[in-house]
């Protein structure tokens, strides 16, 4: 008979519930027409569209 639950992979910790709730999206879609939003080259999620107007490639979270 097969375990149904390995021990070492009993983790006890949620995943992370704080997540950004501000950004309705992780990141812009380059394929698509009307989502003209940068990614941030750091980290490739989507920059704030504040930020992309100052010129900016990073977004807030790399500064
Ligand atoms: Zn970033």
């Known amino acids: 008979m097969v375990e149904a639950l390995p ?3 009993r ?3 949620s995943p992370s519930a704080r997540v ?3 950004t309705p999206r992780s990141y812009a879609d ?3 027409e009307d ?3 940068a990614n941030c080259i750091r980290c490739g ?3 704030e ?3 992309e107007k100052r010129g900016l490639l ?3 979270g790399c500064g």
């Open 30 to 32: 380059p394929f698509a």
């Open 20 to 22: 950004h709730a501000e």
């Open 58 to 60: 990073t977004c807030a």
């Open 7 to 9: 021990p070492a992979r």
């Open 49 to 51: 569209p504040a930020r």
């Open 35 to 37: 989502d003209d939003g």
């Open 11 to 13: 983790g006890r910790r």
């Open 45 to 47: 999620y989507l920059v």
